[in-house]
């Protein structure tokens, strides 16, 4: 072994002591929310209530969103063919990629490149939203986080933007992604509102998230929805069937309230 | 495609609406716990406040145990390589096993069958207890979920009972699992306490978790211990490294009250 | 780290020095085939010049079978979210289990069972093989290794036949391979001839290859073909899109003389 | 399903027809070598026999190398938790990433780099090979391929060059590669040869291997090397041992004579 230890500052082992980020693990247990435990452990510190509450809401909001997306169907496809429980989920967590949860990170950076460019030339939010979809139009970046294949209004985009307000998050990176949705809409004549990646974008910008870690929390959240996939292929359908993204139907339990 | 398509009863995705298990998404968002919608997601019902509240303790309880356990260093041995995020929490959670959170669902098997040889013999607690010690050791069967190789009396296991006590959990298989640990000491002459391991797969047998389940959360929980070593890995530590398990030391912060 | 050191007997390391089970890789360089290497490094000897032909021609016959099978079908949903190389193929190799590829280890250990009965009773090797299929029926175990949804008489299998008989491998586990699906026709009125699994899993019997290690010669094999479509889904694939198992066409170069 | 079929071109697959890239599998096998067919796969044409030797030989040189890289110890951690052979396989696959394995990539970059400046300003190769490390240094700019942290000259890198003249494969790439070691000697001061990774990079330039692709082939060689180490963590060690990186000892054969 080298002399030279190797450090880190996430949990203190010692006999009967499991301390995380200095929380002895039995304090937390009953008195933080797994939310708030995972922010801890992910960033160092236990988030104060509001914000321990909207990262409890952004994980909540991505769980599932049935079995298309390819988080899913590489899940269920190796799922079928008798993998264990715990390969199945990885191969499902395999497919959170640049292109899978990725426009979250991608729309991170690009709020806050326009609330830099508000603070920078003293402009307005709109008029900042304005300026950075009219210089993305002119040098063809992509905007992400707006636009959705399925949903006009993403009732979670809705919910989320909603609670941002409700818990002190409406600050300048959540203005800017609902102002750039006008914008695009005065400056392309298109209407491409705010989707879920780009509000849950937009909120982590406000919570100081890192934009690479991002994904993380989509990560998390999704592994939920994974193990449900997986667990139901497993009691449900036969090994080796052809997992066919387009030939399914839901027969689970109609609407209901909460 | 064939005429028939497979059914999936979780998600019912359509223009502006996710309803996860017929719940619309965003009335669970700042409404239910991520570790209800975990339980929603997977089981198909929304848990009673106790059954959620015990869920997010046992999630909570298992983040983080430090970076020697499998699941930690093939997350960052991965990870040092330049894997992507993804890719890197996939191959931690890839080393969840038989051997690696495998005990839990054994334990749970095996407080099942001391429960039912209770109520099929008429037995007390203690007796069961005593009698499937009596019974393993003559067939040289293995008891899972007693004794650590760190721990002599694991802060996690305590205050998992405690909560169990008072959240209204403390049934046949939670108290089989206190009573097989003086069954142990009286029958065997050792001292091997339940662990965390045991405790957890005494209280998933009171939520009816099938055991199958049993690492499901496990994985779940464990996941955000593994973001937190990736990212602790790339921020903190230069790629190709040797990850060692036995040679660090931690840096963080002194024990804190919550 | 601890006194004890774990022992490896796969390769020496020195300086200037890698040595594979004792052959310096420099004189195995450009002398031994990848075929003959791997066996090497796997079972711990070079094979003879036969073995290594027959290993050669097992790991060739199953590079690909087109983008249906599952290995194929996760590398390639895995690899449309921007996955990398090495986390699109692993996706692929996860999916190599007991359903897909696991026909192989079954069948080997039912040959071996029916070669034995054969020995045991002083059979011959069609009174054997009708007397397996008999009490496989008698007691419902399953028969692996015949019967294809796609192929009556696979091409693969009849040339591996043919090679075990050029190569000197037509011995009593091929043989009975062949029986069998003679027996299958005699007891059990059906045409389920012998399909490639059950071929590569006979000859494997025959070269006396562990049948826990059957499925790693598929998964060195398919590889190849995992890397083939992940290459092209990169260079001829859009991002995101669906990949629908029965919505394909070839369109490659047409049937062609080596 | 969508009316639009997407196209593959690697295997055409019909009732008894398996042709890869239009080569019946019956006609290769038996008469092509694994790797003469992985090529054929991969690039969609067989290799004559000098280009199929020379990947033959690169595929052996880089089966193994211990069981110190992070491609053998994440698929060892993975494995001693009880995983599944195939996900024990893939765990090590996925480390095999920019910064294991990825300099053959970037060597090969510098390498079209260095022969574009000859060409492109006349001059000698020792001469572009001067320009570039000086340019190199001015912009600090790292070059890859050269030096080992265990080897001063690898007995790899001396046979693949060799064999490089042999089979025709001597051009300005492999030319170039061993005019770098040398102005970095003239340039730097510094005595860096040429490792395993530069020469094997050198050698797919000559082969006109897409860069992008160069993991591919360390990738398919060297899981045959995991193959081997998951097989004897499984044959020889306890679960849940700790896979220490530098605490091992080689009991294999003594060096022997092929």
Redesign the interface.
């Known amino acids: 072994?080298?002399e030279n230890?190797?450090?880190?500052?996430?949990?203190?082992?010692?006999?009967?002591?499991?301390?995380?980020?200095?929380?002895?693990?039995?304090?937390?247990?009953?008195?933080?929310?797994?939310?708030q435990?995972?922010y801890l452990?992910?960033f160092?510190e236990?988030p104060d209530e509001k914000t321990g509450?909207m990262i409890?809401?952004i994980?909540?909001?991505s769980?599932?969103?049935?079995?298309?997306p390819?988080s899913i169907?590489?899940a269920l496809?190796?799922a079928?063919?008798?993998?264990?429980?715990?390969?199945s989920?990885?191969?499902g967590?395999?497919?959170?990629?640049?292109?899978?949860g990725?426009a979250i990170e991608n729309c991170m950076k690009m709020l806050t490149e326009a609330v830099e460019l508000q603070t920078a030339n003293g402009l307005s939010t709109e008029e900042a939203a304005k300026k950075l979809v009219t210089d993305y139009r002119a040098t063809k970046k992509r905007l992400f986080g707006y636009g959705h294949r399925?949903?006009?209004?993403?009732?979670?985009k809705?919910?989320?933007i909603e609670?941002a307000k409700?818990l002190g998050f409406y600050g300048p990176a959540v203005q800017m992604s609902v102002a750039i949705e006008q914008a695009i809409q005065e400056v392309l004549g298109r209407n491409l509102p705010l989707n879920v990646d780009g509000a849950i974008g937009a909120v982590l910008c406000e919570l100081k998230v890192p934009p690479?870690?991002a994904?993380?929390f989509f990560?998390?959240?999704r592994?939920?929805?994974i193990?449900?996939?997986v667990?139901?292929e497993?009691t449900?359908?036969k090994?080796?069937?052809?997992?066919?993204?387009?030939?399914?139907?839901?027969?689970?339990?109609?609407?209901?309230?909460?």
């Open positions: 072994m080298s230890k190797w450090q880190t500052a996430i949990t203190d082992i010692g006999k009967n002591k499991i301390n995380l980020r200095g929380y002895p693990i039995e304090k937390l247990m009953g008195n933080a929310s797994f939310a435990v995972a452990a992910i160092g236990l509450k409890d809401t994980i909540v909001s769980v599932d969103h049935g079995v298309t390819p169907l590489s496809t190796v079928s063919t008798g993998a264990s429980l715990s390969a989920i990885a191969a967590i395999m497919s959170i990629n640049k292109f899978h990725g399925v949903h006009s209004e993403d009732p979670r809705v919910r989320l609670l409700e690479e870690l994904n993380a990560i998390l959240s592994t939920a929805g193990i449900a996939h667990y139901e497993r449900r359908q090994p080796m069937r052809k997992v066919e993204p387009g030939n399914w139907e839901y027969d689970g339990p109609a609407e209901r309230e909460l």
